[in-house]
């Protein structure tokens, strides 16, 4: 199985949905460039989630992302249970279960470590996980916490909550630590159609290798809950215009 579609070998989108025709239309408006986002914290249990997400499956040729949900540590065990048994393109994962969930998938899969600002450049937050959110943080070197994140088997750091540029200064240490460590970077968090260019140069100038941006809310339509396509188009014709 090949695994995701990243743009001139560099971006692929990750964007939610809310039906398989939703699904369907923002792979399509992407060009197949995206991981579409399905949350576990959508269903009551780990085999409710395994058939529902095996028809996006199909309908995307397997580029779905299994999400937390909002980045709940709570869903990191239904997370690693649900792609373990589907072997979806992309996970995301809190930082201390990556081992866990690579365990469960073997390697295939492109697997995220969350890990949040701190409010220091060149430092991240590690202390993602259910229990260890809410102690003291352990605030760790973005290259230390890199090569934990690849000794689990991760493929990438996912840096939330970003709120949007607020923490700029901090992205774009962790950009750098990313292109000089070979590892992927997938800002989240408050990425809407205004900054989502600025984001994603800082990544590409940064010569980051894999770069998976989240947006989520910006871009869904209140009233039905389901992706903007529009807005998935304006996208990636940005995506398009910093990398051609």
């Known amino acids: 199985m090949e695994g995701l579609n990243f743009y001139k070998g560099r971006v692929c989108l990750n964007c939610l949905t809310n039906s398989v025709d939703n699904a369907k239309a923002i792979y399509e408006a992407a060009e197949g460039h995206v991981a579409v986002g399905i949350l576990s914290a959508n269903y009551p249990n780990v085999e409710h989630a395994v058939e529902d997400m095996k028809r996006y499956q199909e309908a995307v040729d397997n580029n779905i992302s299994v999400g937390l949900g909002a980045g709940n540590p709570g869903q990191w065990k239904a997370v690693a249970e649900i792609s373990g048994q589907i072997k979806p393109k992309h996970i995301n994962q809190t930082f201390t279960a990556g081992g866990y969930t690579r365990a469960k998938t073997g390697e295939g899969p492109f697997l995220n470590s969350m890990v949040a600002p701190c409010g220091k450049a060149g430092y ?114 940005m995506i398009r215009e910093i990398l051609d």
């Open 124 to 237: 991240v937050k590690i202390s993602t996980g259910p229990l260890c959110k809410d102690m003291e943080p352990a605030i760790v070197p973005v290259k230390t916490a890199i090569a934990m994140a690849k000794e689990q088997g991760a493929d990438s750091l996912k840096y939330f909550p970003m709120g949007g540029l607020k923490v700029k200064e901090e992205f774009e240490a962790v950009a750098t630590a990313c292109a000089e460590s070979g590892f992927g970077l997938e800002p989240t968090g408050g990425i809407d159609l205004d900054n989502f260019s600025q984001i994603l140069k800082i990544a590409v100038d940064a010569g980051v290798e894999h770069i998976i941006p989240h947006v989520y809310s910006s871009i869904i339509e209140k009233e039905t809950g389901a992706t903007r396509i529009s807005d998935v188009v304006k996208l990636y014709d």
